[in-house]
């Protein structure tokens, strides 16, 4: 089977050959199954943020491959192999919830009603189907960003890329869209790459973290997580959850840095580069 | 409160009418103050009783009625000119927003282009089109007075455009990135909708300067027919007839705001569906 993600000695050195340069990422491995959920934790700068826009081809690694699907990728980016999610919903003010969904699909050329017919079914599938016609300043932060994520599913992406998607939302909403996007990636059998900043999160959501250190960023360590499928308010509560909260906050203390997870969840932040 | 504030510059014209020198005043030696004898500052009663006298002697029509001829004269080439420099400006502002380069060695020229004296250009423009014969293509003498509106509305609309073209927020292009969307794609999908609220205010300057722009061409190439030209005629018979001048001057401030007026509405159903709280 092929690898949904995989990642072979990639570098990537911003500024190259300046005296500004940085490298924000050395020498990164990483494979990751059809059907994962991955997330990529650790403090500013470790270059998760970058991790992922080489994963989505938005930046040329300096060194290495990504191949995404078995293919280059840049092929994938062209194919729409992903969707992708960032801290802000970024929708266009200008464009109804529905039109916004759309937008992808319009670029690949599909019809009208093709169109509309597959933003009300991913708007159903967020549970905003009441919503197509808002304007997206109309709608609360959490559901836009259920738009955004909406928009991500339109064009049936085996993957999902997931920049902070929640780290702007208050507490109970975070909680409510994680439950959602549980739920959305067993329905959708979709393969996820999601950054954040949030320990609970992480080991909340994922199967595997992914623990990375900053200067230069490289993956640490990787904590398997294995909560089972059916997961819920017990779930956050279970000894099981807090065992890899520790665990993960453990990795992420042995970076060396001066607890760096405090400040971080504290919360939005913007996004690292 | 447009009334209201018409109210008051009508007032305080009459009070210095009232309380000004009659032949003007010096002030620390300059003569600055404006002479406030009805030949040089009619009553604002006069200026509105003269639209509905006759335009001369002999002749029945209400000057109101010529008067708004020539406005709609005016305002036709106006909206020729208004939309020739628009098209030009965006033009600009596209090539502009697509190649650094082109920004780097034009911008410069379209400012130097403003700074050129409008009245020296309009009999050139116009010598030139009168050259002009394509095929069956007569270069009429009105298009000059068209163009050279064009000419002052151009300017703004490129750099507003230009301004919005490239104020796009990074990570929406992102987003039609991540899309693998074209350059064209992004630039009707995402920039202009997104430059929008910056481009209203170069429109409107666009708007009003075509009008400007026109009445300065009918002044200086005696293009007949538009409120330009009435303004020159009735200039010369300033010294028996005060108040007629007005009559005109007040057709070409209210083609303005009218111009100005459609830039609007257009605004208006553009951003209708856009927050309010958006910046203009």
Known sequence: MTAAVEVRGVSKTFNVGRSDAVDALVDVDLSIEPGEFVSLIGPSGCGKSTALRLIANLLEPTAGE?????????????DQDYGMAFQQAGLFDWRSVAQNIELPLELKGWDKARRRARALEVLDLVNLPEFANHLPWQLSGGMQQRVAIARALAVHPPLLLMDEPFGALDEMTRERMQDELLRI???????????????????????????????????????????????GIDTR????????????????????????????????????? | MFVLSLLLIALVWELYKAVGPQDGGTLFGWT???????????????????????ERRGFDTPIFVVVLQGAWFTFRLSV????????????????????????????????????????????LVVSWGGKLHIGAFEWPRWLSA?????????????????RGLTSTPPASLELMDSYAASWRQTLFKLRFPAAVPHMIPGLRLAATASVIGVVVAELSTGLAGGVGRLIIEYAREATADPAKVYTAVFAAALLGLVMTGMVVLFDLVLMRNRPRETPA
């Open chain 2, 32 to 54: 600055i103050l404006p002479r406030a004898n009805d030949q040089a500052m009619p009553h604002v009663w006069d200026m509105l009783a003269r639209y509905v006298e006759p």
């Open chain 1, 185 to 231: 990636c067993g329905e959708t059998s979709t393969t996820v790459v999601f950054v954040t900043h949030s320990i609970p999160e992480a080991v909340y959501l994922s199967s595997r973290v992914v623990v990375m250190s900053p200067r230069p960023g490289r993956i640490r360590s990787t904590v398997d997580v294995h909560l089972g499928s059916r997961r």
């Open chain 1, 237 to 273: 509560e279970a000894t099981a959850f807090f065992e890899k909260v520790t665990e993960v906050r453990e990795a992420l203390r042995g970076i060396g840095a001066a607890d760096p997870v405090g400040a971080e969840e504290v919360g939005v932040e913007v996004v690292d580069r």
């Open chain 1, 66 to 78: 990504v191949l995404v699907n078995g293919k280059p990728a840049r092929q994938a980016r062209l």
């Open chain 2, 146 to 162: 068209a163009v050279l509106g064009a000419f002052l509305a151009f300017f703004p609309v490129a750099v507003a455009t230009l």
């Open chain 2, 80 to 123: 020729v000119g208004f939309a020739m420099g628009t098209l030009v400006g965006l033009g600009l502002a596209i090539l502009m927003a697509r190649f650094k380069v082109v920004e780097r060695g034009l911008l410069p020229y379209l400012v130097i282009s403003q700074t050129v004296p409008l009245i020296a250009l309009a009999p």
